[in-house]
């Protein structure tokens, strides 16, 4: 299979690069930064003996995800791991006035699967990356942006990952994707050993010693990534493991 990931420099970006490397898939690295992304492919392809794709994308900006589109132009894929994602501790805006973290996890990720859905084979997948964090807005109604007044770090994140849930789970019930048995699903990784944990607060050391042991791997959430990507089901969260929780769920809206 064909398989873009987007945030493969990451810590789970990168295991689940692997992770499909090893199963003999053909792999786009999707990164907002060259440099990393040709260190990722070296390593890849001296571990599994295949290179990687590159392709630039900058989820920040909207005109990055229609380049990077356009360089996918003559590309037929299999999949999209839509897995890049931030938690900015700054209120930060793009030059239409968007907020950061929403585009990036929500507004250009979607972009990005809206301009590449036409050009997956049929049989495919794609996976959005989603949080627990979602839960906090259960019932409310969202905007899809949000003001500098109402900004918090662990808020936004949170809002972002339900809007990009309750988008997943729309496009999941879409009849024309159903007709080309496009799969779409979403991996929860749970709470992950990865820097994305780092608040940029006095208490991350203590995290690191007190909390980070107990995380789960890279690798684990990696795994969570790849079954929602190979299950044959469609409109469900993959759940990484943790005791004996279900692990996986109809996606809720
Ligand atoms: N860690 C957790 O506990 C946890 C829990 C629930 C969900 N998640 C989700 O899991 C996914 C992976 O996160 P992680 O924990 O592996 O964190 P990470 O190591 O910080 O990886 C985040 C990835 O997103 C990329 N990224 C950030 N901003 C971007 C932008 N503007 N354009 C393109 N790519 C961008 C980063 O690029 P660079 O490599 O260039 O920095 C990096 O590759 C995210 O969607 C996150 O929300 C994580």
Not at 11 to 26: N, Q, R, T
Not at 181 to 193: E, L, T, Y
Not at 217 to 240: D, H, M, N, W
């Amino acid at each position: 299979m064909k398989i873009l990931i987007t945030g493969a420099t990451g810590a789970i970006g990168k295991e689940i690069a692997c992770l499909l490397a090893s199963k003999g898939h053909d792999i786009i690295l999707g990164c907002r930064s060259k440099k990393k992304g040709e260190i990722l492919a070296e390593e890849i392809e001296f571990i599994y003996g295949k290179r990687p794709g590159i392709v630039i994308i900058d989820l920040s900006d909207a005109s990055s995800v229609s380049r990077a589109s356009n360089h996918l132009s003559g590309e037929c894929l299999d999949a999209i791991i839509n897995n890049a994602g931030v938690m900015n501790g700054k209120y930060i805006l793009d030059g239409d006035g968007h907020e950061d973290t929403l585009n990036v996890n929500y507004h250009n990720t979607r972009l990005l699967t809206e301009l590449l859905i036409d050009r997956i084979n049929d049989g495919g997948a794609v996976v959005f990356t989603t949080s627990a964090t979602r839960r906090w807005y259960p019932f409310q109604r969202l905007n899809d942006d949000i003001p500098e007044s109402k900004f918090g770090r662990l808020k936004t994140y949170a809002l972002s990952k339900k809007l990009i849930t309750r988008y997943a789970a729309a496009i999941a019930s879409d009849k024309d994707l159903q007709k080309r048995s496009i799969r779409i699903n979403c991996a929860d990784p749970g709470v992950v050993d990865t820097p994305m944990l780092s608040m940029g607060r006095w208490f991350d050391r203590l995290t690191d010693i007190f909390f980070r042991p107990f995380c789960l791997k890279p690798s684990t959430a990696a795994k969570t990534s790849v079954r929602a990507l190979e299950s044959p089901k469609s409109g469900y969260i993959f759940l990484s493991p943790l005791g004996k929780t279900r692990n996986k769920k109809k996606l809720d809206l």
